[in-house]
């Protein structure tokens, strides 16, 4: 141990004060990943990463407990016999040498438990909340609509049951210094009412005048303006107005309310758009903003579930066929699957759909088979007259949806013909708008199998190169294609789709049985297994199955050019710079000679790659610049991180801090996670140059949930040399030693030199820096070693620098 505790020492020194909860039914939050990360300092995606360390290391174990004030069993965690060992030694070395643990228990706030918040001020009182779960990302988009100074009125929307009520009931405790006023609308109610009720509440606060005009009996608008105006002269007033649309009486008040309260702000809650407001106040004047409440999250949905005692399988089907609906999740009295759907299904039917005219429900049965919103244009002339009520809602001029809680029932409520005939239906629909993916998903649905495996076979390019490859996966993942003629091209786009999303292993079964096939796709096939042998780190394998391909390559210059790129870019993984430049300029002729454009285009990409290695970096930007132009989004995402890369090591910031964000969002708008990971991974050393190295520690926390999800150990080894390289630029030389250990530890086993021995150079500098001269030229020689035996010559010029520098030093 050093002079400070590193994180998971932290962790062991808070964990070892709740030792004698190990075998109580109901535990401290303390013990939560998110009483540990709040205790310690950290994040929470920090947290995680360590936690997941101690416990793989079998220092700590987990397990689900009744968290003490909750309403749910959460995950908690618990020192093993190793573990307390280890926390003892830890808590004398504190002792001994009177050291800051940094760990405080009463950093701890449970936000989880119920109840009111204790610096809460409200002059009138607030449902009590009896149970909240998940809903964090909808919290946050209310407190930043709310943050907003143009901003008047909060509008939270969403049908009945979803949680409106209670999401704000969460909320308000925290407007803390506000007199809060709360008003539950109801369909009786009148535009006295309010007022009357609004007088009495100003009475409270001091304010008379309202009141006193309220008992003269009048009630003009125009006069209770100005004393509205009056009375709210002074800040610090939020008005909340439950169930707002539940009587069209008191919409002219609330209008006049709102134009007249100052700089108070308004929140309501409706299941439709309210009479007091209108578009131009939300587009033009931005003084209104609509937040959506959907159901809860599956996780959200179990807990509140599992509270009631149901849990298994029986709360995975309940969740997804609400979609975590919580009204419909809390009438649930039935423990088996089919009686708890049952209950289910019948709340729906009679909440929501028995007494809806045929068209509507029509309406409804088409609206459920869409995957996003959809155009009027979708709809059939016969069904335009429709009612559009809260049920099927626009959420942008011209587009609508049914609400996601709804979806699943009304699906599921379909006979097999009318889902057919409603996917058959959206499925042409899609082709008269030119969206292959979402023809492809409704072909499928509709049973129009002939259809769908021609579209593949045509387009499957197109289809990997645009859209969304989680989305896609969904729609053929299941897929077995039965036309002999269309067969293999269908299987091979779906393997290189399960390949993109991190199926691996799946893709790889796909590759083999067609490895056996004629020369095209037997050639096509060996590409794509070299690419997952590559992904792996497995560079020796992936030259063979290039060089495989290569051989039944003969009459295809497209299929030599694929194994060309395969075998340049391998040689680039490698570090053999001038082979890869040979044989990547050889793919980009084979290319032009097959005519294609694409294939061309992703020589380039890779010639980008060789010569950052190279460090000739203006030229690899060059060829990433002329590639993007042709390429669709989802080789763009790469272009976009190569090109942060390289605009890196020019040392312009900027452009690069702006090219790997533009990597990262359409990373998550193509469904690609690895990608993504190497972005933020790219993402964290822009972040440490500009001297911002905790915010470079969360991405590669990020990064590296990830990378571990999908098995890349050469991304995973990256990001824990880039945590290295924080903690070093920080000064926290132990804990720059840990993660560089564990970027080595990352590797083992791996036949990789490379990379093995970049990740040796980082650890060395960081030694050289801590004085351990010895131990450093170790490491760079070892290093060296490495890159001579794959004859990395620009790679043994730098650790030839190094070494010099370093016995300059001695």
Not at 91 to 104: E, F, L, R
Not at 168 to 195: C, H, I, M, N
Not at 349 to 363: C, H, R
Request: hydrophobic content about 40%.
């Amino acid at each position: 141990m050093g002079g400070m505790l590193t994180v998971s020492e932290r962790i062991l020194y808070h964990l070892q004060a709740y030792v004698k909860y190990e075998d109580k039914f109901e535990v401290p939050y303390d013990m939560t990943q998110d009483g540990i990360s709040q205790a310690c300092g950290i994040s929470r995606a920090h947290a995680a990463v360590e936690l997941k360390k101690l416990k793989t290391a079998g220092i700590i174990d987990e397990k689900l407990s009744h968290v003490r004030k909750g309403k749910m069993r959460r995950k908690v965690y618990l020192l093993t016999p190793a573990g307390k060992a280890g926390a003892a030694d830890v808590v004398q070395y504190v002792t001994d040498n009177g050291i800051k643990p940094m760990v405080d228990a009463a950093a701890i706030f449970p936000t989880v438990l119920s109840g009111t918040s204790r610096s809460a001020k409200r002059s009138t009182p607030i449902p009590q909340v009896r149970y909240f779960f998940g809903r964090e990302d909808d919290l946050k988009a209310l407190r930043s609509a709310l943050a907003q100074p143009s901003v008047k009125v909060l509008s939270v929307r969403g049908i009945a049951g979803i949680g409106k009520s209670t999401i704000v009931a969460k909320l308000a405790p925290e407007l803390t210094g506000q007199r809060l006023f709360w008003y539950s609308v109801k369909p009786w109610d009148s535009a006295r009412t309010v007022a009357e009720a609004l007088g009495n509440f100003f009475t409270e606060n001091g304010r008379r005048r309202f009141s006193a005009y309220l008992a003269t009996g009048k009630f003009d608008l125009g006069e209770m303006s100005f004393l509205v105006n009056d009375e709210l002269a002074e800040n610090g007033y939020t008005f909340v107005f439950d169930d707002v649309d539940s009587s069209a009486g008191i919409q002219e008040f609330l209008r006049m309310f709102r134009q007249s309260s100052g700089s108070a702000k308004m929140i309501v809650t409706a299941e439709h758009e309210p009479g007091f407001y209108d578009r131009s106040d939300i587009v033009a004047r931005n003084e209104v903003i609509e937040v959506e409440i959907g159901g809860l999250a599956k996780d959200a949905a179990r807990q509140l579930l599992e509270s009631r005692g149901i849990k298994g399988s029986t709360a995975d089907e309940l969740a997804a066929l609400t979609n975590g609906h919580p009204l419909s999740l809390e009438m649930v009295t039935e423990d088996t699957p089919a009686g708890a759907k049952y209950q289910v299904s019948k709340f729906f039917e009679e909440k929501f759909y028995a007494g809806l005219p045929d068209a509507e429900k029509a309406l409804l049965q088409l609206a459920s088979v869409f995957q996003r919103p959809f155009s009027a244009d979708a709809v059939p002339k016969d069904l335009r007259h429709a009612r559009k009520g809260s049920m099927l809602r626009e959420v942008a001029p011209g587009m609508f949806e049914i609400h996601a809680s709804l979806r699943s029932f009304v699906y599921e409520s379909m006979s097999r013909e009318e889902r057919v005939r409603w996917h058959s239906h959206a499925a042409d629909f899609y082709l008269r708008e030119g969206d292959t993916h979402e023809r492809l998903y409704h072909l499928l649905r509709a049973n129009r199998s002939l259809e769908a495996e021609m579209m593949v076979s045509r387009l499957g390019e197109e289809l990997l190169g645009r859209g969304n490859a989680h989305r896609l996966w969904a729609a053929i993942a299941s897929h077995e294609p039965s036309k002999p003629k269309y067969r293999d091209q269908f299987l091979l786009t779906k393997a290189r789709v399960a390949s993109m999303v991190g199926e691996l292993d799946i893709a790889w079964g796909i590759l083999e049985g067609l490895s056996g096939a004629d020369a095209p796709t037997r050639g096509d096939a060996l590409v794509e297994m070299g690419r997952i042998k590559s992904k792996k780190g497995e560079f020796e394998d992936a030259s063979g199955l290039y060089s495989k391909a290569m051989e039944s390559s003969k009459d295809s210059p497209g299929l030599r050019a694929k194994a060309l790129r395969g075998l340049g870019t391998v040689e680039s993984k490698l570090g053999n710079y001038a082979r890869a430049q040979e044989l990547l300029e050889r793919s980009a002729r084979e290319s032009m000679t097959a005519m294609d454009q694409k294939g061309m285009l992703l020589a380039h990409l890779e010639l980008g790659n060789v010569f950052i290695g190279r460090g000739r970096y203006e030229e690899a930007i060059d060829h990433f610049s002329k590639c993007a132009g042709g390429f669709g989004p989802v080789e763009l995402t790469n272009v976009y991180v190569n090109m942060g890369i390289a605009c890196a090591h020019l040392n312009r910031s900027g452009e690069a801090e702006l090219h790997l964000r533009n990597a990262v969002r359409l990373a998550d708008e193509t469904g690609q996670p690895r990608a993504k990971a190497y972005a933020l991974t790219s993402l964290a050393d822009i972040l440490m140059r500009s001297g911002s190295a905790e915010d470079a520690k969360e991405l590669c926390f990020s990064a590296l949930e990830v990378f571990t999800e999908v098995g890349d150990r050469l991304g995973t080894s990256a990001a824990y040399a880039n945590l290295g390289l924080a903690e070093r630029l920080t000064g926290n030389l132990k804990a720059s030693e840990e993660y560089y250990n564990e970027s080595l530890s990352s590797l083992e086993g791996m036949d990789v030199p490379w990379s093995l021995g970049v990740r040796q150079m980082e650890f060395a500098t960081m030694l050289a820096e801590k004085g351990e001269s010895d131990r450093a030229a170790s490491m760079l020689k070892s290093s060296k070693d490495l890159f001579r035996r794959i004859d990395a010559k620009d790679m043994l010029s730098k650790v030839d620098r190094e070494l010099k520098e370093l016995s300059k030093g001695a």
